[in-house]
């Protein structure tokens, strides 16, 4: 009789620029790794400098996956997310491997461990009108208007968290009830996978801003302005659109247009950086994970192996 094998996942969580990347190819090196990629960005195709997304030898030796699946002008949802890593976390178990699960959207790790809420699905015309009165009178304005009607969801949002204001808002205008109440009200179908989660959380905050620094800066010199150029000539896109809400693509766009020099791009892009990275570990800080490890320590990797090699034994 063949006895049937449970899947189980690890989850490398960490900020941008926190070296997930450098970690699972290490891994990679001493276990059967498969990576399913934890990260909004990196499913566009085409974007590949502004993601710094894994390519060549790094694939071919870690395979990758949710890793270039969507084109630009298209959607992808945390409801996708948990449906494809579940399935994923199957396959690859099935091939004798071991799912890695690493980025550092945190609603897709929320998604996949905690369920999903049964909210409206996408209206097209009244987000058309919230990105009007955006584009009439700022973002800002709109998460001040969220704050009118639903003070708990806006309260966890930066004012300029635009495409999670806009949900929230679409969400108030459908239904008539805040996003809030309606995910209380919800019984979220929590995974039954197990998985040991381990997060990235530097010590020392300046460090990771300097790291923002230096890989942004690379970025622009390995073309970052091209590939928003090519983006913008090949694709109908907007700065409204998921995919060019992703940091640097935005910054890149306007610089694009004009608004600013390129000094003011790097200085721009990187603060945006440290905005989400600020975010990612706000939402890393709020959550009850266990193994918590400074990217920067010199032991963090060994440490990380050891507790990686005793949950999968």
């Known amino acids: 009789?063949?006895?049937?094998?449970?899947?189980?996942?690890?989850?490398?969580?960490?900020?941008t620029a926190a070296g997930k990347t450098q970690i699972c190819l290490e891994l990679s090196k001493e276990l059967p790794i498969e990576v399913i990629s934890v990260d909004s960005a990196l499913v566009y195709r085409h974007m590949n400098i502004g993601t710094a997304k894994p390519i060549g030898e790094e694939l071919t030796n870690c395979p990758h996956h949710l890793v270039d699946i969507i084109d630009p002008n298209e959607h992808y949802s945390a409801a996708k997310f948990?449906?494809?890593?579940?399935?994923?976390?199957?396959?690859?178990t099935l091939r004798g491997a071991i799912p890695l699960l690493a980025g550092g959207t945190m609603m897709y790790y929320k998604a996949f461990k905690e369920g999903l809420n049964k909210l409206p699905e996408r209206n097209t015309q009244i987000r058309n009108e919230i990105e009007i009165d955006a584009r009439k009178h700022g973002w800002q304005y709109i998460h001040k208007k969220l704050r009118e009607i639903d003070p708990e969801t806006a309260n966890r949002l930066s004012p300029n968290d635009s495409q999670r204001i806009q949900r929230a808002m679409e969400v108030f205008q459908v239904t008539g009830q805040p996003m809030s109440k309606l995910i209380l009200k919800e019984s979220p179908n929590k995974t039954d996978i197990e998985t040991l989660d381990i997060a990235l959380i530097p010590e020392n905050r300046a460090i990771l801003h300097d790291c923002i620094a230096r890989r942004f800066i690379g970025m622009i010199e390995q073309g970052l302005v091209d590939e928003v150029i090519n983006l913008k000539k090949n694709w109908n896109l907007t700065l409204e659109m998921p995919s060019m809400?992703?940091?640097?693509?935005?910054?890149t766009w306007e610089?694009?247009?004009?608004?600013?020099?390129?000094?003011?791009?790097?200085?721009?892009?990187?603060?945006?950086?440290?905005?989400?990275?600020?975010?990612?570990?706000?939402?890393?800080?709020?959550?009850?994970?266990?193994?918590?490890?400074?990217?920067?320590?010199?032991?963090?990797?060994?440490?990380?192996?050891?507790?990686?090699?005793?949950?999968?034994?």
């Open 1 to 15: 009789m063949t006895k049937t094998i449970k899947p189980t996942a690890i989850f490398l969580l960490g900020p």
């Open 82 to 92: 948990k449906n494809d890593a579940e399935r994923l976390i199957e396959e690859i």
């Open 245 to 251: 809400r992703c940091v640097g693509y935005r910054q």
């Open 255 to 313: 610089f694009l247009e004009n608004k600013y020099d390129e000094a003011s791009l790097i200085e721009k892009g990187c603060a945006a950086t440290r905005q989400l990275a600020k975010r990612q570990l706000t939402w890393l800080r709020s959550l009850t994970i266990k193994h918590v490890f400074d990217p920067y320590a010199n032991n963090t990797l060994s440490e990380i192996k050891e507790l990686t090699k005793k949950f999968v034994r």
